[in-house]
């Protein structure tokens, strides 16, 4: 690979062959900075090492992004999404009642509601 930094901003638009192609570049290009850093002793490579793995780490990146980014837009009108697509929250907030489900009263409840509604005074200014 001629470049030795990888922009995040350069990867987005890509798809995922140019991404695979890429990452597999990248790999080539650590795989023999490190053996040349074992034979020469150069510490000049430590530099380019770290350019290589910061790269490959940014492609990864933008691969399980776009991955999740297709994930949910698959799951986006079905019943049940994966857990790790879900809201994380807190475990408090994942198992309150739902504002539905907060809402509904019971038919005692809805009766004496009906029969003694909440009484209305009038204020003297």
């Known amino acids: 690979m001629s470049e030795s930094k990888v922009k995040a901003a350069q990867l987005w638009g890509k798809s995922k062959e140019d991404l695979k192609k890429q990452l597999d570049e990248v790999k080539l290009e650590l795989g023999t900075l490190r053996t040349q850093k074992i034979t020469s002793g150069a510490s000049s490579k430590l530099t380019r090492i770290h350019d290589a793995k910061k ?4 492609i990864l990146t933008v691969i399980s992004s776009n991955q999740r980014h297709q994930l949910r837009k698959f799951y986006e009108k079905k019943k049940y999404i994966p857990l790790d697509l879900r809201a994380k929250q807190t475990r408090a907030m994942r198992r309150r009642l739902t504002e539905k489900e907060a809402k509904k009263i019971t038919a005692k ?8 509604p909440q009484r209305k005074f009038a204020v003297k200014a």
């Open 55 to 58: 790269s490959l780490a940014r």
């Open 109 to 116: 409840q809805r009766k004496k509601q009906m029969h003694f």
